[in-house]
């Protein structure tokens, strides 16, 4: 069974541009969590979605920040007009059921904004 | 109050003893408890979970809970230098939400 995936595992972009990061849960899971991590520092709790619907982004910047979870295809957490300070660890996690089941995470998305 | 507490260490034990990992958590009404590794540079990698007061035991980690109190501990025996990394603690609170402590950073010296 393959793990959660992410795509890319390194991304460079420069002050201004748009960075997309892809997230695959593990098949059968519908429980989609996105957590930033900057280096020494811990998990910082981002966005929790469901297929089709955010449940909870109480830790997501109002603006600049957005994340799906679509029907078909992978979730994706976009960040516009990235700044130096969006330069972080950015993992996604997925679970089978909440409440219950733990976290099972991808390998991270590094971002590093020039 | 945050949710969930730990020591940020760092822990520093010599190879072949027991290192011991603490968690407090501040809902009492939590029911789901789990810890991670994570290796420096590396995403988390769940290693033990609890649900029940007592002890689980999986090869050389113990995971303990007490609900009366509110802490989890991991317990880790015969500690080898590849256990060396960052130990996060995990709650599910009554209201569904994932929490994760800040770390304990773990060093077994060979």
């Known amino acids: 069974n393959a793990g959660v995936m992410q795509n890319p595992r390194h991304l460079v972009r420069r002050r201004g541009q748009e960075a997309r990061l892809r997230c695959s849960p593990v098949?059968?899971?519908?429980?989609v969590y996105w957590y930033r991590q900057l280096p020494e520092e811990g998990l910082k709790f981002m966005v929790y979605?469901?297929?089709?619907?955010?449940?909870?982004e109480s830790g997501m910047p109002k603006e600049r920040f957005s994340a799906e979870f679509p029907k078909e295809g992978p979730s994706i957490l976009r960040i516009q007009q990235v700044v130096r300070g969006d330069s972080a660890a950015y993992f996604c996690?997925?679970?089978?059921?909440?409440?219950?089941?733990?976290?099972?995470f991808g390998n991270g998305t590094r971002l590093t904004v020039t | 109050q945050k949710e969930v507490e730990q020591n940020s260490g760092p822990l520093s034990v010599p190879e072949g003893a027991i290192a011991s990992l603490n968690c407090t958590y501040s809902?009492?009404?939590?029911?789901?408890f789990f810890w991670y590794r994570q290796y420096s540079g590396k995403s988390p990698e769940l290693i033990m979970f609890?649900?029940?007061?007592g002890d689980k035991e999986d090869g050389r980690f113990t995971a303990q809970l007490n609900k009366a109190s509110q802490y989890v501990s991991l317990l880790i025996r015969d500690s080898q230098p590849s256990d060396s990394a960052t130990y996060l603690c995990?709650?599910?609170?009554?209201?569904?939400?994932?929490?994760f402590g800040t770390g304990t950073s773990l060093t077994v010296i060979p």
């Open positions: 995990a709650v599910i609170s009554p209201g569904n939400q994932f929490y």
């Open positions: 979605l469901q297929k089709e619907n955010i449940i909870d």
């Open positions: 996690a997925s679970s089978q059921d909440r409440g219950y089941s733990p976290l099972h």
């Open positions: 609890i649900y029940s007061n």
């Open positions: 809902d009492r009404g939590s029911q789901s």
């Open positions: 098949k059968g899971h519908s429980h």
